[in-house]
C-alpha cells in the first residue's frame, strides 16, 4: 500500500514539474518578440533581442570616413564638394562645427555634400553612418580645416 502511494505521488510530482517546463518555455518564447529589421535594400536581419540589436548597430565593418578635404587643408573658393567614404549599412550624415547634422548624396559610390555658404575660418566636419531606423551606426573622425 505505501509503495502504491508514493508511485502515484511521483507521478503526480513529475507530471506537475513537466507542466512547469511547458509552461516557463512558452513564456520565455513569448518574451522575445522577433522583429524584422531591414538593413539596407538587399539585407533583411532578424533581431530577437536588444543584445542582437546592439550588435547589429556597432558591426565592427562598418566604416565612416571624410576623404575630402585633406586634414588641415586651405580652402580658398566659393563652394567645395565633400566626399565621405562609408559602408552600405545606411545613410550618412555631415556637420560643421558641431551644428545641425545634414544629408548627403550617393553617387559613384561615395557620400557628396555640396558646401556653400560657409564663412571663413577654422572648421570642423564630421560625418555619421546612420541606420535606416535612425540609430548611429559610426562617428567619423573630425576633421579640421581652414576656409579662407
Known amino acids: 500500500m505505501v509503495t502504491k502511494k508514493i508511485k502515484k505521488n511521483v507521478k503526480k510530482e513529475s507530471s506537475e514539474k513537466d507542466c512547469l517546463k511547458k509552461k516557463t518555455a512558452s513564456k520565455s518564447a ?22 542582437e540589436k ?18 588641415n587643408e586651405i580652402i580658398s573658393c566659393n563652394t567645395y564638394v565633400i566626399r565621405i567614404g562609408a559602408s552600405f549599412d545606411g545613410y550618412v550624415e555631415i556637420s560643421f ?17 555640396d558646401w556653400m555658404y560657409f564663412k571663413a575660418g577654422n572648421c570642423k566636419i564630421s560625418a555619421r553612418l546612420v541606420a535606416n531606423d535612425g540609430t548611429i551606426i559610426k562617428l567619423s573622425d573630425i576633421r579640421k580645416c581652414k576656409v579662407s
Open 30 to 51: 513569448k518574451s522575445k518578440p522577433t522583429t524584422v529589421k531591414k538593413v539596407s535594400a538587399k539585407k533583411v536581419v532578424m533581431v530577437t533581442n536588444v543584445a
Open 54 to 71: 546592439e550588435v547589429l548597430n556597432n558591426n565592427s565593418n562598418a566604416y565612416v570616413i571624410i576623404d575630402h578635404p585633406f586634414e
Open 97 to 113: 562645427n558641431d551644428g545641425e547634422w545634414q544629408p548627403c548624396r550617393f553617387a559613384s559610390g561615395y557620400w557628396w555634400f
